[in-house]
């Protein structure tokens, strides 16, 4: 069996850190035996990784942290990093991830927020780097649109690539992998979104990233998920000072309590970047 199906198999049944230990001293193939045989179920004896590895990569690429074009920045994860990341657009992954830029925000919002994300999404993406978003609707998909005139985006995603998430963006996200970007998931094609899932992509988001612009979010949003990802991960923090709105509680909060800088206009977050 080879590597990159054993960890694609992997990574089907565990999370990085529940076999992290054993992959430090045995290889992958090897590890996904020692599962099978510890596996009173008998679920993982009826899965065929090299069939299912195949068959998935019939619509986006498995990459393993030994391909050329596996972002380095994700060692970050520690124990936490990926065994693989299912991508459509590998190749540009490593031009994608030299200078990225999280825009993202509430998915519910108003117009005159849409309107301020794409001033700092275009902002950003005009001076060269990359614009990294959720493909949410909301503040993430209108960063996406307003960055792809200006060059190529990133998007990470909480199921598997075989499906845009929501469904209505499917055309966006043909857009974003056609004209040079990429889209990357955790999850295998046909898995469906989670709450578990949008907490580990937010995650995955923020770590492929520099920095996270947070435009606007709500207190226990995705949005906040992503800001308090950021923190952890020591990224760079900024965040559109509140205007007194409950829409943008979270924001607020954070710039309260010192955890994000203020970033009132565009030419302010240039002028940090």
Partial sequence: MSDRAALAALSAHFTPDQVAAD???????????????????????????????????????????TDPQWPAVLADLGPACPLGLWVRGHDHLPKLTTSTIVVTGNRATSPETIARAREF???????????????????????????????????????????????????LLSSITSDGGAAVSLYRPGTPPSGATLKASAHLLVALAHTVILIETLDHSQALRTAEAAIALKRPLLA????????SGGNGRLLDEGLARPCPTPAHALELL
């Fill in 121 to 171: 999404a275009g902002a950003v993406s005009f001076t060269g780097h990359t614009v990294a978003a959720s493909l949410a609707y909301g503040v993430d998909a209108a960063a996406h649109e307003a960055a792809l005139p200006n060059g190529p985006t990133l998007a990470v995603l909480p199921r598997g690539l075989d499906q845009a998430y929501p469904h209505t963006h499917a055309p």
């Fill in 240 to 247: 559109v000072p509140s205007d007194g709105g409950i829409r």
């Fill in 23 to 65: 992959l430090a001293q045995h290889s992958p193939a090897e590890v996904w035996e020692q599962r099978i045989r510890r596996d009173n179920t008998g679920r993982l004896s009826q899965f065929r990784p090299e069939a299912e590895l195949s068959n998935a990569q019939l619509s986006c690429r498995f990459l393993i942290p």
